[in-house]
């Protein structure tokens, strides 16, 4: 039996947005104060048992929701061109953090984005296929 340990962190960024194309209010500006979970899973754990310090896990974290931080997400890259849904930032901020964290025995599982208290997407990818 494998053994995995799961890690999480949770940080967060205020922003506005517009989704093109949207039938609804949205369509127009609005602006959430998000909350942003990762989640990375460790296979083995350091000589001190530790699978990944936490604090590594929130300075990519901090960094990559900052980026975001205060500002029209449709003005900035790549959301100029790709509508900046929760799932599509989702989506950016796992391969962002992905790209940092992933290593030999450690790898970000998934990363969800709450646009409110009640409403929530999950991104993660499929490193079976």
Known sequence: MARIWK???VTGFASAHT???YPGDCRRMH???WKVEVEVIAQ???ELGMGIDFKQIKEV???EAGRLDHRYLNEIE????LNPTAENIAADLFARIAR???GDHVRVSAVTLWETD???VTYSEDNSA
């Open 7 to 9: 890690l999480k962190v």
């Open 19 to 21: 989704l093109r194309d």
């Open 31 to 33: 602006g959430h104060n």
């Open 44 to 46: 083995r754990l350091d």
């Open 61 to 63: 974290a901090r960094r």
């Open 78 to 81: 790549p959301f100029d061109r």
């Open 100 to 102: 940092e964290l992933d």
């Open 118 to 120: 009640t409403a929530c």
